[in-house]
Nanobody, 120 residues
């Protein structure tokens, strides 16, 4: 199971760090991703990290403002988001896949989501 937390209500320009803890071991072959879903919109890819190599991937919408990282000892993946904008408002989910993809359908385990609200 994956459990995401760290969301909240922040102001535009603020920073926030989301965490996603896995209750079972994450293997080097796994890719951990963050997605977000705003009301009335489809779930969209935000960032991903290869557990083994640490190679990271970002959506253009957050590139340069966000950093995905991992702590293997804690089985936890993080996403630090800086310079938050109102359009970053969404429920953020973490998920796991065995093969890198930006499509939500390719991820097989999902966390419950954590709400991020950015006020202007």
């Amino acid at each position: 199971q994956l459990q995401a937390f760290g969301g909240g209500l922040v102001q535009a320009g603020d920073s926030l760090t989301l965490s996603c803890a896995a209750s079972t071991r994450i293997f080097s072959s796994h890719i951990m991703g963050w997605f977000r879903q705003a009301p009335g919109k489809e779930r969209e890819f935000v960032a991903a990290i290869r557990w083994g190599s640490g190679l990271t991937y970002y959506a253009d919408s957050v590139k340069g403002r966000s950093t995905i990282s991992k702590d293997g000892a804690k089985n936890t993946v993080y996403m630090q988001m800086n310079s938050l904008k109102p359009e970053d408002t969404a429920v953020y989910y973490c998920a796991r896949t065995n093969s890198y993809s930006r499509a939500a359908r390719d991820y097989d385990y999902w966390g419950q989501g954590t709400q991020v609200t950015v006020s202007s």
